[in-house]
């Protein structure tokens, strides 16, 4: 984009916005896309329910499979937009900004892809929006702010506001991030890419249920921490401060009365920092029109790109939900 404006007033120009298409997009007879699908993505990478639905969805044999009728049948379009402080997007770190990057909020993030996507396909509104993790922080912010840009939403294993239990994980990280004064210098120092490495780990739990945690040796968490941290060694650490600083903002509890679209919202039974029951299921009665679905998640998806069940718990379930 030439240029994006936050809410702080500050402008960046020639803004770079990384994004990729799936299927085919549909015209009513103004010319107008009706069956845009626009994606968040998390941190996970790979290691994310929502990455292996997308992994699914491009498999070879998509043509012979039922589950994915929707997407041979060229029903949605689906578009997927990396966000605002992500390094394949506008980022502190592909601005070479670092630490005078502008200070950015969900909100930003949310207006970010909206101008995009304005810019780009001439879009007003979208039939849906999903996301998982910090994605699911940009469907919550998007539904709350902008209730008529869109007919339905997913959230996956996400709250309208961190949980008590995130919220102290990511102050600690944020501690961990300032207890290095390297990170507010205009030259990189090797320090620093240790303070990644440092961080990652910490990030690693956001991704493991109570049960994984339980039942998985010491060897095999040591595997994953060790997979899920070299995945990680490209961010920088002015990305993930600004991301600390965002997430640590985030709240839009209060304003959950103002979504109008359609809401699944999926919870993964035993998340370390979520309490489902305490935390996840109260949001049925804050949402007008919505339904909790709560998954188990198999040991071995966090780290098998082949493992789809998840996926197809969430295909099934929203053909019962009647998505048209």
């Given at each position: 984009?030439s ?7 500050r ?37 994310s329910?929502?990455a ?34 992500s ?31 304005k ?10 929006i ?55 210098s ?26 994984m ?19 990680g ?92």
């Amino acid at each position: 984009m030439s240029s994006f404006e936050f809410e702080s007033g500050r402008i960046l120009k020639d803004v770079n916005v990384e994004y990729s298409t799936m299927g085919f997009p549909k015209y009513d007879e103004d010319g107008n896309i009706t069956n845009a699908i626009v994606f968040c993505p998390t941190l996970k990478g790979e290691r994310s329910v929502l990455a292996n639905l997308h992994n699914a969805l491009t498999m070879d044999n998509i043509s012979n499979d039922d589950e994915f009728a929707f997407i041979r049948d060229k029903k949605y379009f689906f578009i997927r937009i990396v966000s605002l402080g992500s390094p394949e997007s506008c980022s502190p770190s592909t601005t070479d900004l670092k630490h005078n990057f502008p200070n950015y909020t969900f909100r930003d993030c949310v207006n970010f892809k909206k101008q995009f996507l304005k810019e780009k396909f001439n879009l007003d509104s979208v039939l849906a929006i999903v996301g998982e993790g910090v994605g699911g922080c940009e469907v919550f912010t998007w539904a709350c702010e902008y209730p008529d840009y869109m007919e339905f939403i997913l959230s996956m294993n996400n709250l309208a506001k961190l949980s008590g239990t995130s919220y102290i994980f990511f102050k600690s990280m944020e501690s961990v991030l300032e207890s290095n004064d390297k990170i507010y210098s205009d030259v990189y120092d090797p320090s620093l890419s240790k303070l990644v490495v440092a961080v990652n780990k910490m990030l690693f739990l956001n991704y493991l249920s109570r049960n994984m945690l339980s039942n998985l040796s010491r060897d095999e968490l040591d595997a994953l921490l060790d997979n899920f941290v070299e995945d990680g060694l490209f961010r920088d650490v002015h990305d993930l401060k600004y991301l600390c600083d965002c997430l640590l903002e985030y709240d839009v509890n209060d304003k959950l009365s103002n979504i109008k679209a359609k809401t699944i919202l999926i919870a993964i039974e035993g998340q370390f920092l979520v309490n489902v029951e305490k935390e996840v299921l109260p949001l049925e009665n804050a949402i007008d029109d919505v339904e909790v679905m709560v998954i188990q998640l198999d040991e071995g998806e966090f780290d098998n790109g082949e493992s789809y069940s998840s996926v197809f718990k969430i295909f099934s379930f929203l053909n019962e939900y009647g998505v048209e």
